[in-house]
């Protein structure tokens, strides 16, 4: 491996020797249930982007979890904000990833979601238009669709005012979509949170500080606390950590048994 990209596990002892992608998917896993995982990068005075985007928190370890996250889900779930300000394209995966996942009796590519209120969307955005499977968008009632959006997507509506997460994410598992990968933004979180619907945190904690300005990863009405339980620690030779957290008293993808 490069320089940069050395992964090693520091938790649970004994500690690990550089992770190859098997091992690491092996770590992360699927559950054989319905699952909620969420994947943020934040810096340790707890920002959620640097200069306006969350690029500039991450690197290539933080790249290559991201990437072998994407491969394990069914349905990728991201709020219409961050897929328009942070430039999401299609949702593509490289050979041996899809490989794995046609190996494991998924779908080529997982399915990307969309939470979006207002359904404020651009039908010609490529992370719609190009899409490899037909996207689906979680919307209100009342949310009119902008001309050609129906033509790229399918709508699925629950809630009045605000989308209802709860029966969203209900219908996404009706349509087979057990294992979902939310990669934020933080309302979307903080939404998520307060619903009481997150299995799963995965952190990477990126070794720089990035001062006062940027918001949290997660923002929106207070909430209970939800406690975590920590399942593994990771560490690049660069300084990052990657920390895995599952709901407490919960069941999740757990190697180590």
Known sequence: MSAGTTIRRIWPPPPSGPLDDAELTRLYGRADHPHLRVNFVTSPDGAVSLDGYSAGLSGVPDKRVFGLLRMLCDGLVVAAGTLRHE???AV????????WRRAHGLAEYPTLVVVSRSLALDPAQAALADAPV?????TTEAATPPAGLTDVVDLVRSGGDAVDLAAGLAELRHRGLGELLCEGGPQLFGALTAADLVDELCL????LLAGAGPGRITTGDPSAPRPLELRHVLAAD??????RYVRAGGSAPDPAG
């Open 92 to 99: 593509r995966l490289g050979g041996p990833r899809r490989d």
């Open 238 to 243: 660069d300084g990052v950590l990657m920390l």
């Open 134 to 138: 037909r996207p689906v968008v979680l």
């Open 204 to 207: 990477t904690v990126s070794p």
């Open 87 to 89: 430039g999401y394209r």
